[in-house]
C-alpha cells in the first residue's frame, strides 16, 4: 500500500483529468463509484466532481469503503502488509487500433459490431474510442499499413482480445455478427486450452479475437 501522501497525489491527479474532461479516467469512475454506474462517459465528465469524490475513488480501489476508512487502514497495517501491497492497481486496458478513416472504422464499430462512439477528436477527427458493454477500443488514424499485411495473417497477430463470461454468450455474439456480414477470418471453434472463441477483420485488417468459455 502507498504511503497516505501519494494516495492523495492519485486523488488530485483523478481530480485534475476529470477536470481536463480525460475520458479514460470516466471508466475508472463509473467502475469504482456506484452511483456513476450507468452513466456514460460524456455524463460522467459532465458531473460535479470533487476531491472528495476523487478520494472515495481511489480508497474503493485499494479495498476501503471511503476515504476514512483508507486512512485507518493505513495506520493499523504491519510492516509486512505494507511491502506486500506496494503495487499499482490497474483499471483498465484500451487497445489501439491504427485506422485509415476514423468515421469509416466508428460506421464499421458502431453499424456492424454493435459498439457505441464514447469520443472523436480533432478536425477532422483523427482519434476516437468506441465502446461496448465493458470493453473500450482506441482509434487512430495513420497513413499506410502499420505491419505486413501478410505476416499480419500468417501469424495471426491480433490487435485486440475481448471476452465474454459464457459458452452461450460467445455464440450469441458469433451469430450477431454473422448476421451483420462481418468478414471472418476464423469461425467460431473450440481450442484445446478449453475455450471458444472466433476472429473477425475490421475494414483496415486488424483481427480482433473474441472468445469465452467452450462449455
Known amino acids: 500500500m502507498p504511503n497516505l501522501e501519494n494516495l492523495r497525489k492519485q486523488a488530485k491527479l483523478v481530480l485534475r483529468w476529470h477536470r481536463d474532461r480525460y475520458y479514460p479516467v470516466a471508466a475508472q469512475i463509473r467502475s469504482g463509484l456506484p452511483r456513476y454506474g450507468q452513466m456514460t462517459d460524456s455524463e460522467i ?9 476523487a478520494q472515495e475513488l481511489v480508497a474503493r480501489q485499494y479495498g476501503f469503503e471511503n476515504w476514512q476508512a483508507l486512512k485507518t487502514g493505513l495506520n493499523t497495517m504491519s510492516d509486512h502488509a505494507d511491502v506486500i501491497s506496494t503495487k499499482a492497481v490497474i483499471s483498465a486496458a484500451e487497445p489501439q487500433l491504427f485506422v485509415a478513416d476514423i468515421k469509416a472504422s ?14 472523436t477528436y480533432g ?3 483523427f482519434y476516437a474510442q468506441v465502446k461496448r458493454d465493458g470493453a473500450r477500443l ?33 455464440k450469441q455474439l458469433f451469430l450477431e455478427f454473422q ?28 483481427l480482433l479475437l473474441f472468445a469465452g468459455p467452450a462449455e
Open 45 to 53: 465528465l459532465a458531473q460535479s466532481f470533487k476531491l472528495g469524490d
Open 106 to 119: 466508428c460506421d464499421f464499430f458502431t453499424g456492424r459490431l454493435g459498439f457505441a462512439v464514447a469520443f
Open 123 to 125: 478536425e477532422p477527427p
Open 138 to 170: 482506441n482509434l487512430r488514424c495513420v497513413e499506410g499499413a502499420m505491419i505486413d499485411p501478410g505476416l499480419r495473417d500468417r501469424e495471426q497477430l491480433l490487435s485486440a482480445s475481448l471476452t465474454v463470461a459464457t459458452a452461450e454468450a460467445i
Open 179 to 206: 448476421a451483420a456480414g462481418v468478414t471472418f477470418f476464423q469461425t467460431l471453434k473450440r481450442e484445446p486450452w478449453g475455450a471458444r472463441d472466433f476472429i473477425l477483420k475490421d475494414p483496415d485488417g486488424n
